[in-house]
């Protein structure tokens, strides 16, 4: 029997049809129709990360052969607040998250949020001990390591190092959040376990391990049919907000810059602007991502939350299990890929009420039988020994009333 996988950014072009984001296949050929004079540039004017989050902060640290500067968007929690730490799918970058940011603390002011940069996204930068460089500005043939395994390492060194910068003694609960390719990933860290009970859940959006292996034959197919770059940022948001990659033009215009980098060598000025990560490159990688995801979705500890732009993407191992109850389901029919971009506002409260639903320190448990009885015990024999022969309750204290101690 074949294990089917379903790797959805990956499957851009699979996605895009399915939900009709693409009229017109044309338009991936022409992304730059002509405009006129008087139209508005506002909407594709690229907003800053700093309208969404308080820091931004650049953690170092050694892997192997390899020096790491990871970089992450952050706004701490409040001293009782919990931090939603999110990552973002493949070719995408932590500004993913932005408004989602903005729509989530709107509901949970208390709450923070950790967005970061994989490795080779966005302003990451990897460097080997022989000083070739591989990082988020590195051109096509540049070969990092982006396997499950390490993509996990790095979010649990992201953890360990941002708790250190921010000189907190003990981590805040967490809730993990992953779009995508980085579903899987915050899938495989909750599995492992190393953050204990402080990962009070985990929320995937938009990817399952499926039955769309057919969408692997087209993901080629839509690298070579994408513009292999652009003019300028605005041209990239343009873009993205044309072809509906991406829903929602205020998402558009503070995530798509991070996506793009000015070629030095390009000798089309059309073309200045390419891609930073290069797609092609992470083939590699691709199933073993997703393979046996739907397992450790189901097996691992904590609340799960599961937010998909279509049902038909469940495989038979989580249509048992949501039967079974165990997680929650939502689904936006009306979003694209990127659901947490199209849709920032309904994705966060969704998100909050999942948190509300599993935050352990909101919970009052009645007190155990045992517990009663051995009180009750405890203050009968306190009112016993207070009542002695020859002596009055009235002796004691005003303040101290039978039973009391």
Known sequence: ???????????????????????RVGELANPFPPTTRSSSRRGTDQLPWSDFFSQELYLEHNSGTDHITHHVYITPPSASGPLFITHHGAGSS??????????????????????L???????????????????????????????LGTLSDDVLEVVRLTQQKMHWKDLPGLVLVGHSLGGAVMTDVAKRGNLGDKV????????????????????????????????????GIEWHTRSRTIRNTTSARVSVPSLLRIDPKATNPARSRVWRTDLAATQPFWEGWFVG???KFLEAKGGKLLLLAGTDRLDKELTIGQ????????????????????LPAKTATTIVEFYKRNDRSALVLPPKVGDI???QKEQAEAQAQMQTPGQSQSQFPSHHAPGQI
Request: hydrophobic share 40%; net charge negative.
């Open 1 to 23: 029997m074949k294990i089917k996988f379903f790797t959805v950014e990956h499957f851009v072009l699979f996605t895009l049809m399915r939900h009709g984001n693409l009229a």
């Open 323 to 342: 039967m079974q109850g165990k997680y929650q389901l939502q689904v936006f029919p009306e979003a694209g890929h990127f659901i947490q971009e199209d």
């Open 117 to 147: 940069d994989a490795r080779g996204h966005g302003d990451t930068v990897v460097r080997s001990e022989s000083s070739y460089q591989h990082d988020s500005s590195a051109g096509e043939g540049d070969v990092l390591d982006l396997s």
């Open 373 to 375: 009885l051995k009180r």
């Open 293 to 295: 995801l739907s397992k």
């Open 94 to 115: 932590g500004l993913s998250f932005a408004v989602f940011t903005s729509e989530l603390r709107k509901r949970l002011p208390e709450a923070g949020v950790l967005s």
């Open 200 to 235: 009070l859940g985990y929320a995937v959006l938009d990817v399952v391990e499926g039955s769309a292996i057919d969408a692997l034959q087209s993901m080629q197919s839509y690298l070579s049919s994408r513009p292999s770059g652009f003019p300028s940022l605005a041209s």
